[in-house]
């Protein structure tokens, strides 16, 4: 994806209020971040472990979502499988919960998935970081072809997220 600012980051969130965006914690490494080899910019608060941020280009603009990371029950400690990238790791995986967007979310209505801990979705389906003990799948996919199966699979969340 095309490198993005702080303000374009902060204005691409459908899922929390205007007051929210304004405030969460954006990265302060963004020139640093690998852009050409991200589907989407994915980071976790610092100061809060709980939550979560990713954000993504869906029709040519940004959207975010703000994500709440519910404190790991025993059983999620097994190896489990990334929704989006689906990597197959162990304990590597946190279930995410996005408030629906609007009126939806007010009502306290959300969409969980399971995705890699450090958001790094795009770096392990293009081999540039290890998914460490977990199971590799035989797969007879291209590098293109998990891309594609990535940005569908996180568009596809931000969709669930934004009706
Ligand atoms: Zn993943």
């Avoid at 702080?6 to 007051?19: D, L, P, W, Y």
């Avoid at 020139?31 to 589907?39: F, G, I, K, Q, V």
């Avoid at 029709?59 to 519910?70: E, N």
Wanted: overall charge positive.
């Amino acid at each position: 994806m095309e490198p993005l600012t702080e303000q374009e980051i902060r204005a691409s969130f459908v899922n929390c209020t205007k007051g929210e965006a304004k405030r969460l914690a954006v990265p302060r490494d963004l020139a640093e971040r690998p852009w050409a080899d991200l589907d989407y910019l994915g980071w976790r608060d610092p100061q809060a472990p709980d939550r979560a941020y990713l954000v993504t280009m869906v029709d040519g603009r940004p959207r975010g979502l703000a994500l709440r990371c519910p404190a790991a029950a025993s059983w999620q400690t097994r190896r489990s499988m990334c929704s989006i990238c689906l990597t197959t790791r162990d304990g590597g995986v946190s279930l995410m919960v996005a408030p629906k967007a609007g009126k939806a979310g007010k009502q306290g209505d959300s969409v969980g998935a399971y995705i890699c801990d450090d958001l790094s979705c795009s770096l392990y389906v293009r081999g540039r970081k290890e998914s460490g003990s977990g199971i590799r799948l035989h797969e007879t996919l291209t590098v293109e072809e998990k891309v594609g199966r990535t940005v569908a699979n996180v568009t596809a969340f931000v969709a669930r997220v934004s009706v």
